[in-house]
């Protein structure tokens, strides 16, 4: 007998026959003696409709900053429907279920309205629940404030939710279910050669994550990776027949990944909505680049990139690469600090940028991995704005209506598919 934390995302209970094949799943784990706790999102797209609806009662889109409490009431409503419901289901298939809200089951967090942080789990309930021979169907991405007041953790945190109950209750088994088989090469919805990855390490899955491969949510795999680590297995809700009960299906985010040796890239990720700024002819030095990154970080402004070169007449130019909601903010404090530091004053911008992450710890060390994205991509005519580098990620700034064909040209420059598909034997535990 193993105890399941399973979560269960929007699409796998959009509807009620998916939430009628969720129950059935769970009740059949009931039947085979497993304890389960079921933990899920909203059905479909309620979380959006539910932000929608807020924008058209205030007439603006700013109700995270003006009504950040009442947004949490809102936003947690998504999830009460889906764990009422499917409690309601499990028991029509057979067995018992109770619903909890994150407060009722103590995922408590600290007062950051709309981006709560979970501080601590108090399981007792949960824990109880299960004992007492019941399904626990707790509602994600929610819970409630050191000062008793109800908090979401961000768009995509019921994956959180489930890493955090799975390490508190000190669950065999930590299972999300989604809609596609897996963590894939790059998001297979963009990049139709994209294949499964059957083992990746946490480290890397963080990375692929904050980058934006929408599939988990970065904050579950590092509380995954806290030690000792979780393992956390990603896989479809949509699989029915003899694969469907098959523990090796779909990717297990693992501390101990199978690496090859000629793998460099893992996987690839993207993200729209970047903007970079370029300041000409500022004084050389280091007072330059610090007074600007310095002011720009008291103002709240992330700078993700930062190059300086230097210009012919002895200046240097710093170009600067901000999300493109910051770039207002960053404009007037870079004219500021410029103005400050004698400056030349001439600015230039690009906007409509996407960040391309290549992640993989194969990369660490390894030489020519810049010449080989650099090659794929020049082939494909795309214009790279700029470049950074991680120990194991390198990214790149490329225009937005370019980003599919970069994903793909990175995708087959890499030879990703093949690789993904090399067979098992050809690979070592690392
Ligand atoms: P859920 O509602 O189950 O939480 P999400 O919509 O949050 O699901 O995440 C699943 C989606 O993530 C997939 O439908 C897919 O389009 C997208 N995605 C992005 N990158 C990847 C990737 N590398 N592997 C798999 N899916 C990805
Ligand atoms: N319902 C929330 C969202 O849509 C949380 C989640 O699905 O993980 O972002
Ligand atoms: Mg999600």
């Known amino acids: 007998m193993a105890l399941l934390v399973q979560k269960y995302g929007g699409t796998s209970v959009g509807s009620p026959e998916r939430i009628q094949a969720v129950a059935a799943r769970v009740a059949r784990a009931r039947r085979r003696g497993d304890d389960v706790v079921v933990v899920v999102s909203a059905m479909g797209h309620t979380t959006d409709e539910l932000i929608d609806l807020a924008r058209n009662v205030a007439g603006h889109d700013d109700c995270v900053h003006e009504h950040p409490r009442e947004m949490d ?4 409503a998504g999830e009460r429907i889906s764990m009422a419901l499917l409690a309601m289901a499990i028991r029509e298939a057979g067995a018992d279920a109770r619903s909890l809200t994150g407060s009722q089951a103590a995922i408590i967090t600290d007062a950051w309205h709309t981006s709560a942080r979970i501080v601590e789990v108090r399981a007792d309930r949960v824990r109880e629940t299960v004992e007492g021979g019941c399904v626990a169907i707790v509602a994600g991405f929610q819970g409630v404030s050191t000062t008793r007041e109800i908090t979401t953790l961000g768009r995509g945190g019921s994956d959180t939710t489930a890493v955090a109950l799975a390490r508190a209750l000190g669950a065999d088994r930590c299972e999300i279910y989604t809609d596609v088989d897996g963590i894939f090469t790059c998001d297979p919805r963009r990049v139709p050669d994209a294949r499964i990855i059957p083992r990746i390490s946490h480290d890397e899955m963080v990375e692929l994550a904050q980058s934006g491969a929408q599939v988990m949510h970065a904050r579950a795999v590092d509380l995954g990776a806290r030690t000792p680590a979780l393992d956390i297995r990603v896989l479809s809700s949509f699989v029915t027949g003899p694969d469907e009960d098959d523990p090796t299906r779909g990717t297990l985010i693992t501390d101990d990944p199978m690496v090859r040796e000629d793998q460099v890239v893992t996987g690839l990720a993207s993200a729209r909505g970047y903007a970079k700024l370029l300041l000409h002819a500022l004084p050389a030095g280091m007072r330059t680049p610090t007074e600007m990154l310095g002011a720009l970080a008291d103002a709240g402004v992330s700078v993700d990139m930062v190059t300086e070169s230097p210009q012919a007449d002895g200046r240097v130019l710093l170009q600067l690469t901000v999300r493109g909601d910051d770039l207002a903010r960053a404009r007037e404090i870079a004219a500021q600090v410029a103005a400050r530091l ?6 230039d911008e690009r906007t409509g940028l996407s960040r391309i992450a290549l992640v993989g ?5 390894r030489p020519g991995v810049y010449a080989q994205a650099f090659r794929a991509l020049m082939d494909a005519g795309v214009k790279v704005e700029a470049v950074s580098t991680s120990s194991i990620s390198i990214t ?9 064909e970069a994903l793909r040209a990175l995708h087959d420059g890499f030879t990703l598919a093949a690789q993904a598909e090399a067979p098992a034997a050809a690979a070592v535990a690392g």
């Open 73 to 76: 009431m809102l936003l947690s």
């Open 342 to 347: 004698g400056g030349g004053g001439a600015m």
């Open 361 to 365: 710890r194969g990369m660490s060390g």
């Open 396 to 404: 790149l700034l490329v225009p937005s209506d370019q980003e599919d």
